[in-house]
């Protein structure tokens, strides 16, 4: 059976910068973004990936989204 694999969505405005998710993402697909959101904090980020590539990819398994206080991920699942 293949894989399951997810995506998200991170809400920039809603992120408070606390970066929990960055450390528990299993395959490092967030990153601390290089542009400030309206609050004045450097929020997280989807890191990009490409689709030609071997890159690492979501699998859905939404600790991130279990570990942010504000909210600011959703998960799908494809
Ligand atoms: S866990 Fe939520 S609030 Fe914290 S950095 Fe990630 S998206 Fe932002
Ligand atoms: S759902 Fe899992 S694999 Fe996908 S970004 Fe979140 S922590 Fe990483």
Known sequence: MAKKVGRITLDS???KACYLCISVCPEKLIMVSQRLNQ???YPAQVVETDPDKQCPKCTGCALCATICPDVAIEVYRE
Request: one cysteine or more; proline letters at 0%.
């Open 13 to 15: 405005e809603a992120c």
């Open 39 to 41: 609050k004045g904090y």
